[in-house]
């Protein structure tokens, strides 16, 4: 079946805009992650969904960085007020339920803040 | 000190070599080792994944773990220029769904 989509896959931001960046799992899997990698290195965890249920979000640097998935398929990840440093590769990943080490990630979404 | 530590690279080895990817870690209780390769503007694809010690294969692909050094190797056997990309190893405890990433090590096998 089709793997992770997410859209778009680049985005440039003016500093203080918002964005939203969306993705589509993998059809079934109930774990959703968001992972943020910055150029020349590895991707590091921001956010987990369970089903709609959001249980972790430890990860997201400042209260600017909201995710969502109110019906436990497609996620929306949205940054307020945009900064420089927010620029980075934006990953999803879903796997299959409580097999979390078979993640299976989108192509990303390329953010760049001017 | 990073949790995990991964050579950056770049690797440049021949066709057909064989290649020893490696990470270390500090963490004692991880349980899951995972390899990804990650070609450039795409994402990680899980190559493979060992869960606690030991050796594991698949096709041209060898992973270990050694829990004793807390090292853990993957090798690419009779290396193709396709298998250029960055490969990432990726840990975790057991029960876990958050994993640390190494920072990636660059591979370019040369035709």
């Known amino acids: 079946g089709a793997g992770v989509s997410q859209s778009p896959r680049y985005k440039v931001a003016k500093r203080g805009q918002d964005v939203a960046l969306r993705c589509d799992p993998i059809s079934g899997h109930v774990s959703l992650f968001w992972y943020q990698q910055a150029l020349g290195q590895g991707p590091e965890f921001l956010t987990y969904f369970q089903n709609e249920a959001q249980l972790d979000k430890s990860g997201l640097p400042s209260d600017r960085f909201f995710a969502e998935r109110p019906e436990g398929s497609v996620s929306t990840l949205k940054i307020q007020r945009t900064q420089q440093e927010d620029s980075a590769v934006y990953l999803c990943?879903?796997?299959?339920?409580?097999?979390?080490?078979?993640?299976?990630f989108g192509p990303g979404t390329r953010l760049t803040v001017t | 000190q990073k949790e995990v530590e991964q050579d950056p690279g770049p690797l440049s080895v021949p066709e057909g070599a064989i290649v020893s990817l490696n990470c270390t870690y500090s963490?004692?209780?991880?349980?899951?080792f995972m390899w990804y390769r990650q070609y450039s503007r795409k994402g990680p694809e899980l190559l493979m994944y060992t869960y606690s010690s030991g050796n594991k294969e698949d096709g041209r692909f060898t992973a270990q773990v050694d829990k004793s050094s807390k090292y853990i190797s993957l090798f690419i056997r009779d290396s193709q220029p396709s298998d250029s990309a960055t490969y990432l190893c990726?840990?975790?405890?057991?029960?876990?769904?958050?994993?640390?990433f190494g920072t990636g090590t660059r591979l370019k096998v040369l035709a």
């Open positions: 963490n004692s209780a991880f349980q899951y």
């Open positions: 990943a879903s796997s299959p339920e409580e097999r979390y080490h078979e993640q299976y």
């Open positions: 990726a840990m975790g405890d057991s029960g876990t769904y958050k994993y640390i």
